[in-house]
């Protein structure tokens, strides 16, 4: 299973530049939607379904930093008149995301604290390097170059506390 999600994870964003090689500041506003909706998504499936105290308290942080950070994003963009638009990528990453959710959804205990512990450390460190490599580059308005940089500093704090709760968990 995590050869699975680490080669959709791995596929998609190269996938979605041959098919869409410039992205909008609107195509990156739906982008950035999307990602802060999916760690929502299946933060709220972890918060119910970790039985490890750390791997539950990360879940509800996501929960909490991402739907903060996507109203933000949403408020900000909106004020300087930037609509979101749907893109083969945006749509890609959603399905990845609740792909990913319905995979985590039968697990238990121990086996589903670390699916999800790892799909969160894959998920962002593919998030991240879109950031850097696909959407910072593309991004033209200043608001938008703002919001990502806010999401690319709240992904890299996720990620080192993902990784972290990822060292402790036993194998």
């Not at 596929?11 to 609107?26: E, F, H, Y």
């Not at 749907?86 to 959804?105: H, M, P, Q, V, Y």
């Not at 799909?119 to 033209?140: C, E, F, G, N, Y």
């Amino acid at each position: 299973m995590k050869f699975r999600i680490l080669m959709a994870l791995t596929l998609l964003p190269g996938c979605a530049t041959s098919v869409q090689q410039n992205l909008s500041d609107s195509d990156i506003a739906m982008i950035m939607r999307v990602a802060n909706i999916g760690e929502v998504r299946e933060g709220e499936v972890a918060r119910t379904k970790a039985t490890n105290t750390g791997v539950r308290d990360f879940a509800t942080m996501m929960v909490t930093e991402h739907t903060s950070q996507n109203n933000k994003a949403e408020s900000e963009l909106s004020r300087a008149d930037v609509a979101s638009s749907d893109t083969t990528l945006s749509r890609e990453l959603d399905a990845a995301s609740g792909a990913a959710a319905d995979r985590l959804r039968p697990l238990s205990g121990a086996a589903f604290d670390r699916a999800y512990i790892e799909r969160q450390v894959d998920a962002h460190q593919s998030l991240l390097s879109m950031i850097d490599t696909k959407l910072m580059p593309s991004a033209k308005k200043k608001a938008v170059k703002e919001q990502l940089t806010e999401l690319r500093k709240l992904l890299d704090k996720h990620l080192a506390r993902a990784r972290q709760i990822q060292g402790s968990l036993p194998r």
